[in-house]
């Protein structure tokens, strides 16, 4: 498992987009050795006057592989309306 952090600014249309992919550590610990497990996650979110709107995610993504994460990350800068509506 490796640690992964993807951050892209992207313009359609005249509005902006933050296009984030991060790993993150699993927060429950049902299982033995979930709490050393990393799961990676693709997050895209609308940017308004500078303002990353957390609050209202237009994708959300989780996978278990760093590779899947980084692709589809790519993806989505290649073709974002295949992945959410505008």
Known sequence: MR???LKNVMTIDGREFLVS??????RHSFFKG????LVYET???????????????LFNERYN???E???EHGAILKNPKAF???
């Open 34 to 37: 979930d709490s050393n497990r």
């Open 21 to 26: 992919t991060i790993s993150m550590h699993v």
């Open 65 to 67: 592989m760093a590779d």
């Open 43 to 57: 997050m895209v979110f609308e940017i308004i006057n500078d303002e990353v709107q957390h609050h209202r995610p």
């Open 84 to 86: 959410f509506i505008l």
């Open 3 to 5: 640690e992964l952090e």
């Open 69 to 71: 994460a980084i692709a």
